[in-house]
């Protein structure tokens, strides 16, 4: 089982080295800004080395969106990013479900993902595998509870996406963990990277604050069956100095069984 962590972009090998990570995950731009990503200047190293890479694409992303001046934008940096990732032998691309306004029809924006998948599958597809990450906060979010995952998975699954699963996400939407694993693949037949971080907050509180393993609202064990249940790579993205232990943590529960190999 690969297991890593969110490090900064600027020297992802040596983020790694310091952490005992397998796999990172990493921004290639400002992850609030609208710019095309650059060329990564470790792009060759990354290629060519044993360390699994996943990228994650700016926050600002909104594929759901009924605003133009938004959605727009957002296919356009999504499929620049996919390009981009592809450059450092990234397994993946994580992108949030979106949302769309108070008062505003969901339907549209889960239909708004399909229009988008759907044509860029005619296009040729996207560099590399696009994963849906489930979000912790907003009522008309096409991701937080599961039902609406359902919505989306119905209107986007014939076209092969993955699916990222954020632990302190489904915690704050009030998303039992007992068996998140389980019900995630019901509906979308695959996890293909798990977020493993713990909560600051309550459960359902819909807050995105996360806490390294230890130090959080969620039992630690808890999230040790997640990672043994999910059975797929393991990124943390917990506080940094943090990290090493919740990477050492997490691969104690591998060898002692409490996660498969």
């Avoid at 296919?75 to 032998?89: F, T």
């Avoid at 990222?164 to 990277?193: M, N």
Wanted: proline share 6%; with cysteine.
């Amino acid at each position: 089982m690969l297991i890593g962590a969110h490090v900064y972009e600027d020297d992802p090998i040596a983020a790694a080295a310091e952490r005992g990570a397998a796999i990172v995950q990493m921004f290639l731009s400002d992850p609030q800004g609208w710019k095309k990503p650059p060329s990564h200047p470790q792009a060759e190293q990354l290629r060519e080395s044993d360390l699994a890479v996943v990228v994650h694409s700016p926050y600002v992303v909104n594929l759901a969106s009924l605003n133009n001046r938004i959605r727009i934008p957002s296919r356009k940096i999504v499929v620049q990013h996919a390009e981009a990732a592809a450059e450092v032998g990234a397994i993946g691309l994580v992108v949030h479900g979106g949302h769309v306004t108070a008062g505003e029809d969901p339907a549209k924006g889960f239909d708004n993902w399909r229009k988008f998948v759907e044509r860029q599958s005619g296009e040729g597809g996207f560099a590399v595998p696009v994963f849906i990450e489930n979000t912790a906060g907003g009522e008309n979010a096409m991701a937080r509870k599961f039902d609406a995952l359902a919505r989306l998975w119905d209107a986007v699954g014939e076209f092969g996406l993955g699916f990222c699963l954020d632990t302190c996400h489904a915690f704050a939407a009030g998303e039992d963990l007992v068996d998140v694993v389980e019900r995630a693949k019901a509906i979308t037949g695959r996890i293909d990277l798990v977020h493993l971080n713990n909560s600051r907050d309550e459960f359902g509180s819909a807050r995105d604050r996360h806490a390294n393993i230890g130090d959080g609202t969620i039992p630690p064990e808890m999230l040790a069956a997640v990672c043994a249940a999910a059975g797929a790579p393991v990124v943390v993205e917990t506080p940094v100095e943090g990290q090493s232990a919740d990477i050492e943590y997490l691969r104690a529960q591998v060898a002692s069984g409490q996660a498969p190999p």
